[in-house]
């Protein structure tokens, strides 16, 4: 299952400029992004990956997925609970 999504960083809420710096704040600690839905029918969304779904895929749109399309990256948190960015 894939879930579309938008990633701030959790600490000011500010936009995440490239996809180096998502997997930058990510494999720093994964409660540094905060994740978003972009559908109003994405009733996990949001939070950070502490509480999200293992085995979900989430697209992420960045830096804004409203405003700002410059890069794609795909985020799971597998089964086995490992954290998962491409």
């Given at each position: ?15 995440i ?6 997997k ?11 994740f978003?839905?972009t ?5 996990t ?7 999200m ?6 697209s992420?749109?960045g830096?804004?997925?409203y405003t ?10 597998t089964?086995s ?6």
């Amino acid at each position: 299952m894939y879930v579309n999504v938008g990633a701030k960083y959790n600490a000011d809420k500010s936009d995440i400029p490239t996809k180096k710096a998502l997997k930058d704040a990510i494999a720093a600690n994964p409660t540094n992004v905060y994740f978003y839905g972009t559908s109003e029918f994405n009733a996990t969304i949001p939070g950070t990956l502490d509480i999200m779904e293992k085995g979900v895929k989430y697209s992420v749109t960045g830096p804004n997925p409203y405003t700002n399309r410059k890069w794609y990256a795909t985020v799971e948190i597998t089964h086995s609970g490992a954290i998962r960015v491409s």
